[in-house]
């Protein structure tokens, strides 16, 4: 906790802008000179501010999103959410009518690995996180939006990953 906290102080310190000398005037010298003057400190500060994906965790990421055409990365499972959104996803997913035999979920939870991964993989802050057939399509606040404008349906269909309804002949 110490180390994240003096990391993330170091990332806000390199962020500020230089500071003016004192009894200046409030015109810089140049453009330049202040990028100059601030290079070394935005640098140190990129290199803790975005981490790099190790190739196992990439890869990890990559065989789970291949795993099926809908993949649901989320706190819990499809049976026992451990998050209002995650809860929010799956049974947006269930109402669409998602086929279940082309959706796989990962539990976030199990593997901080995963957790943090599925984050820079994706380039999105949170959980949960959609997939459909390998592309990317977006948090629960994304589903929502989708499932009410209709988009959703929509690409879903397209996607062809929709259970197929059942004629009332096969079931009698």
Known sequence: MLARAAVLSHVRHAARPARRPPNTSFVWASASASASACAPRLAFAFAFASRALSTETRSAIDKAVASA?????MKGTPEVPQCGFSRASVQILGLQGVDPTKFAAYNVLEDAGLRDGIKEYSDWPTIPQL???KNFVGGCDILVSMHQN????KMLEDEKVLAKE???SETS
């Open 69 to 73: 055409p809908v993949v649901l990365f």
């Open 166 to 168: 059942r004629d009332a």
């Open 131 to 133: 997939y459909v057939n």
């Open 150 to 153: 209709g988009e959703l349906a």
